[in-house]
């Protein structure tokens, strides 16, 4: 198989199948904004010290976590909240219980004013890619190959837009920073 295929065995049955990668989407740290930011959060390592809200075992999003923090050498938190849903744990973030790592794309509703903040660790954020899978050898129909690359071109923008959100956070954290250095 080639890098974009692979081979799936079910029931002594060998399928190919084929994958399309779409752009990635990026996971940062993020805590209520009106509760001073900790300016010295600057490390993973300085994060972990925080309460931890954490996705349930086995959530693509905690396992991400995972594999970032033992690469860098670092123990995986002991969760002190565990929830399903990113909505959730958004609240619970607002409600001053913890910290997360999410999806930049589940603050979409709140935006860079709302009540969770974006903090600036080194490390972060986390880049990971959707894949959307189909048997190879299988002639798809017309609407499944117009959606395959409605999904491509739209993962695309979504990856522009991720990138241009984070810049314009960034650019505002630092305009917030001076602003308070100057007082």
Do not use: C
Request: proline share 5%; hydrophobic share 40%.
């Amino acid at each position: 198989p080639t890098k974009d295929t692979f081979d799936f065995v079910l029931n002594n049955d060998r399928v190919s199948y084929q994958a399309s990668v779409l752009p990635g989407r990026q996971l940062p740290a993020r805590k209520k904004s009106t509760i001073g930011l900790k300016a010295q959060l600057k490390s993973l390592k300085q994060l972990l010290d925080e309460p931890f809200i954490m996705r349930e075992p086995g959530s693509g999003t905690r396992d991400a976590i995972n594999r970032l923090l033992t690469s860098k050498g670092l123990h995986i938190p002991v969760a002190h909240m565990e929830f399903a849903s990113n909505e959730a744990i958004k609240q619970a973030v607002v409600a001053e219980l913890g910290i997360s790592i999410l999806s930049l794309h589940s603050l979409a509703l709140e935006g860079t004013s709302g009540p969770i903040a974006i903090l600036d660790v080194q490390g972060l954020p986390i880049h990971r890619y959707w894949y959307l899978v189909h048997p190879k050898k299988k002639k798809l129909s017309p609407v499944t190959l117009a959606f395959l690359e409605f999904a491509k071109m739209e993962g695309q923008n979504i990856a522009s837009k991720t990138k241009q959100k984070l810049e314009k956070i960034r650019k505002s954290r630092a305009y917030k920073n001076r602003k308070q250095l100057n007082k």
